[in-house]
């Protein structure tokens, strides 16, 4: 049985930075893409980062890039956000989730996590 367990969430003023992590159990951790998603009230998710299967390639929404890094540490089976600068904005419920394919879509992920709450105030 695969699972994703997301922690790290929490209230942050604007400015300040959370990490989070996402760990994996039931699979083989190396053979999946992680992706980082979020999801704000009322709207869809949206793509947020994403990391190749060993690290060495990552891509990311526009509007994380420079203050959002995408980790994996495939000995311990965990993929990490590390948001800094955050701003009112990037509140929302951020979802790790796992993909046999390099791919920003979130048809391709097969594998979610349950989310964790990141909320930033002004």
């Known amino acids: 049985q695969v699972q994703l367990v997301e922690s790290g969430g929490g209230l942050v003023q604007a400015g300040g930075s959370l990490r989070l992590s996402c760990g994996a159990s039931?699979?083989?951790?190396?053979?999946?893409?992680m992706g980082w998603f979020r999801q704000a009230p009322g709207k869809e998710r949206e793509f947020v980062a994403t990391?190749?299967?060993?690290?060495?390639?990552?891509a990311y929404v526009a509007s994380v890039k420079g203050r959002y890094t995408i980790s994996r540490d495939n000995a311990k089976n965990t993929v990490y956000l590390q948001m800094n600068s955050l701003k009112p904005e990037d509140t929302a419920v951020y979802y790790c989730a796992a993909s046999r394919l390099h791919t920003t879509a979130p048809t391709e992920y097969e594998y979610w996590g349950q989310g964790t709450q990141v909320t930033v105030s002004s």
């Open positions: 039931g699979l083989t951790f190396s053979n999946y893409v």
């Open positions: 990391i190749s299967w060993r690290g060495g390639s990552t």
